[in-house]
């Protein structure tokens, strides 16, 4: 009896300095990783728009190419945005194609492959 209690002793003690050490990588781990990829991966450089066309140039500031997946203006989806890749510190300019109205503010959001999505907002 004194044998087995002592071997769940001895399992209780290994796991909780397993999982103590396990737990001190994987916390310092991750604060590496949130240094290395910034949670907004691109900036807005410049918007404008008229009528027909909302135009926008992003800088990609990631060490990686980050994907555009998809925008949206005023929460629908424009069919014939997205899918591309922006390389590392270059700069892509954006056509948003529609019909836009004077004195209205739209809302646009870029979501990304990497980080959190861009919003903004453009008045015509």
């Not at 027909?52 to 424009?78: F, H, Q």
């Not at 890749?85 to 892509?92: F, G, M, Q, R, Y």
Request: aromatic share 10%; net charge positive.
């Amino acid at each position: 009896m004194k044998i087995a209690a002592a071997a769940l002793l001895l399992t209780f003690m290994t796991a909780a300095t397993a999982g103590f050490i396990t737990y001190n990588f994987l916390s310092s781990f991750t604060a590496k990783v949130k240094t290395a990829f910034p949670t907004q991966m691109v900036e807005l450089v410049s918007k404008s728009m008229n009528s027909t066309c909302i135009t926008v140039k992003l800088r990609n500031v990631a060490p990686t190419s980050v994907w555009v997946m998809k925008i949206y203006v005023n929460g629908k989806e424009v069919e014939s945005a997205g899918g591309f890749s922006i390389n590392p510190d270059a700069v892509k300019t954006i056509h948003l194609h529609g019909g836009y109205s004077k004195n209205v503010t739209y809302d646009v959001k870029i979501v990304l492959s990497l980080g959190s999505p861009l919003t903004f907002n453009v008045k015509y």
